[in-house]
């Protein structure tokens, strides 16, 4: 089984936003030695707890600091942005590493209406257009526009000698399809869908045609805590959980509360139930119970890699999370 890690950039309610980033830096190293086989980092705009609105700036930074691992956005946003100044950056950066650099793509707003505006005129137009936007971005990835097009006079400079590696990401059959019809590989959202992961995995498979790969390639992301007991995963679980619950609410610009911040907290009915339905998204427990539940969900999916998102108020034992789900793999 390969491992990866999504990293979200989560501030605790102890940290400042620069804190954070520089504990996403240290989470890129403790995971190349970890043997995790690659490292993302997803975009957020004024997002409450989030610090990172640029993965090409935290990855130019994280590239330097590591050697070998892997590198991504999980995801560029395309709909902000024009194609050609996406693959301008992820190829300086597929030049700066070569053979490392992943260029993980999505359509979210990433942030408020009002964020959304500010970022981009007529977003919902580029949700629209949003397929011919994955395949000029494609086209200048490849530096293989069709002849007599106006782009194919230009290049997406530097050129790289290895090119990035082009993900979509994703959490419904439309992405699915779209990933298949690319010859794209594809990132399946599992911690944040609530629809049939295994009926949309499928699609991709049987739409999938050689593009940017030969044969399909699919991730399952999901959302982990690991701890020496069950017990003490359950505790550190409580402050992601009530943190989401806060965000939900609009109270979250605190940051991820501590363990004892979470269980002060008073949930309303409601809050429980969302925060069982939360739970239930998440795997918690010891190294063995982890490493069944995700041996069980990589037979589920077909799939022979799974990337983990994990958000705590510590970051030691976020850490320690990921690497005893990564020793879990020798048990």
């Given amino acids: 089984m390969k491992l990866s890690i999504l990293d979200q950039a989560p ?6 936003a620069k804190d954070a980033l520089e504990q996403s830096i ?19 705009h004024d997002l409450q707890g989030l610090a990172c609105p640029a993965p090409e700036v935290m990855l130019a930074a994280i590239g330097a600091r590591t050697n070998r691992i892997r590198i991504g956005s999980g995801a560029i946003l395309l709909p902000h942005y024009k194609p050609f100044k996406v693959a301008e950056l992820f ?34 137009q580029n949700v629209w257009k949003y397929p011919q936007s994955i395949k000029e971005l494609l086209h200048f990835l490849n530096n293989d526009h069709p002849e007599g097009s106006d782009l194919a006079k230009i290049k997406a400079a530097p050129l790289p000698d290895i090119k990035p590696e082009p993900w979509l990401l994703g959490t419904s059959r439309k992405s699915a399809l779209l990933a298949g019809e690319y010859g794209m590989a594809y990132a399946f959202g599992l911690f944040m869908s609530d629809k049939d992961g295994e009926e949309i995995v499928r699609y991709y498979h ?3 045609k050689p593009g ?18 069950f ?16 965000t939900g609410k609009g109270d979250g ?31 918690i427990g010891d190294p063995q119970q982890v490493r069944k539940k995700l041996l069980a969900l990589q037979e589920q999916y077909g799939t022979d890699e799974i990337m ?11 850490l320690k999370s990921y690497r005893l789900i990564a020793e879990g793999r020798s048990i």
């Fill in 11 to 16: 501030v605790s309610s102890n940290q400042s």
């Fill in 26 to 44: 240290m989470l890129a190293q403790a995971a190349e030695e970890l043997g995790y086989s690659r490292y993302w980092i997803a975009e957020h």
């Fill in 91 to 124: 190829n300086l950066l597929a030049t700066l590493f070569p053979g490392r650099i992943d260029i993980g793509i999505g359509r979210a707003p990433g942030g408020a209406a009002e964020v959304t505006g500010a970022l981009s005129d007529h977003f919902l």
């Fill in 206 to 208: 049987e739409s999938f």
């Fill in 212 to 229: 940017s790969i030969q044969k399909p390639e699919v991730i399952l992301t999901i959302s982990a805590i690991c701890a020496d007991t």
């Fill in 231 to 246: 017990e003490e995963a359950e505790d550190i679980a409580l402050s992601s959980l009530i943190w989401s619950i806060q």
């Fill in 253 to 283: 610009g605190a940051g991820v509360p501590s363990i004892e911040e979470a269980k002060q907290y008073k949930l309303t009915g409601s809050e429980k139930e969302t925060l069982e339905d939360l739970k239930r998204k998440m795997i």
């Fill in 308 to 318: 983990i998102v994990t958000i705590a108020h510590s970051p030691e034992d976020r």
